[in-house]
């Protein structure tokens, strides 16, 4: 892969829809807006409003857990700019992006990261130092979500309903993921497979037989 002299990032998985573009390690432009619904009608305007069009030598896109159409949109676009631009296009957990967030803030410390997962379940996943996941993503009811949790910092949109089931002395970060932050990442976290992150099963099954 070649090292790229800059950087497009694109973040859909949540309700959040952000878009970045970088030289190097240096954030140029960005944008972060919630809102909701509606990524595929403000995903590529957003773009668009970057310098230079957003172009770039390489694309970071959010592989998710999270939405499944905002999951899909964001690597649709990031696969047909980076086959317009020949650029390269790497993928990122979307929980991953949110803990190395975290970490900025409460330096290195291990944490959980809980997200709205759907269906009234949450995503979640426990992070050591250096936003190395412990284990794999889990979408689980809140009760279950309490029972796995490692640590008392907790990040994400679902982070102060889970600190207010464990009590104590927990901390909750509620932030959503933000490609203007995609900087804190690091090689390990990226990966050329652009196949989306789920975190759960269909809600629609094939029937047996």
Known sequence: MRTPKRTLAIETATEACSVAVFEGDQLLAGQHVVLGRGHAERLVPMIQALPDN???DRILVSLGPGSFTGV????AAARALGFAWDADVQGYPTLTLLAAMAQSERPDAPLMVCMNGGH??????????????ESEVQSLTPDEAVAVCNYQVIAGNRAQEMADQL??????LNILPDARKTYLLREAHLTTNLAPIYGRGPDAKLPTG
């Not at 899909?72 to 690597?75: P, S």
């Not at 009590?167 to 909750?172: D, I, N, W």
């Open 54 to 56: 957003g172009k770039a």
């Open 167 to 172: 009590g104590g002395q927990s901390v909750a």
């Open 72 to 75: 899909r949109i964001g690597i």
């Open 120 to 133: 009234g379940e949450w995503f979640v996943q426990n992070y050591s130092h250096g936003s190395n996941p």
